[in-house]
C-alpha cells in the first residue's frame, strides 16, 4: 500500500483553482525531499515541482515554465502535509497529479526514478 497519500482533485473549468493535497502516516515529511508529478493521458509522467529541505530552509524547484507562476508548492510541517496549489488552470493541466517522495540528502529530480515513494494519484479535469 502507497505510503502517501494524494486528494483535493476534481473537475473544474478554465481559469479555475484547485488545492492538492499529500498527506503521510508512515513518512515523517522533515526528512523527505517531495515532489508533485504529473501524467496525461497517452503522455509520460512529468515533474510539477518540487522541495527540499537543507536546514531549516526549504528550496523549490520548478520544471515546466508553462506551470510557472500558476502553480505554487507549499510545506505543513505541522500536518505532516504538501500543497500543490493550481491556479488559471487550462485545459492542457488536465492530467493524473502524484506525489513523490525520497529521503533527505537527494535532490530534486524531475525524473520518476528519482523517488523511492509514489501516492496513486488525485484526477485533475480542465474543462469547460
Known amino acids: 500500500q502507497s505510503p502517501l497519500v494524494e486528494s483535493g482533485g476534481g473537475f473544474v473549468q478554465p481559469g479555475g483553482s484547485l488545492t492538492l493535497s499529500c498527506t503521510s502516516s508512515?513518512?515523517?515529511?522533515?526528512?523527505?525531499?517531495i515532489a508533485w508529478f504529473r501524467q496525461a493521458p497517452g503522455k509520460e509522467r512529468e515533474g510539477v515541482s518540487c522541495?527540499?529541505?537543507?536546514?531549516?530552509?526549504?528550496?523549490?524547484?520548478e520544471y515546466a515554465d508553462t506551470m510557472k507562476g500558476r502553480f505554487t508548492f507549499s510545506r505543513d510541517d505541522a500536518n505532516n502535509a504538501v500543497y500543490l496549489r493550481l491556479n488559471s488552470l487550462k485545459p492542457e493541466d488536465t492530467a493524473v497529479y502524484f506525489c513523490?517522495?525520497?529521503?533527505?540528502?537527494?535532490?530534486?529530480?524531475?525524473?520518476?526514478?528519482?523517488?523511492?515513494?509514489w501516492g496513486q494519484g488525485t484526477q485533475v479535469t480542465v474543462s469547460s
Open positions: 522541495i527540499s529541505r537543507s536546514g531549516n530552509s526549504d528550496h523549490i524547484t
Open positions: 513523490a517522495a525520497v529521503r533527505s540528502g537527494y535532490a530534486c529530480s524531475a525524473y520518476v526514478e528519482g523517488y523511492d515513494y
Open positions: 508512515r513518512l515523517s515529511f522533515n526528512y523527505y525531499t
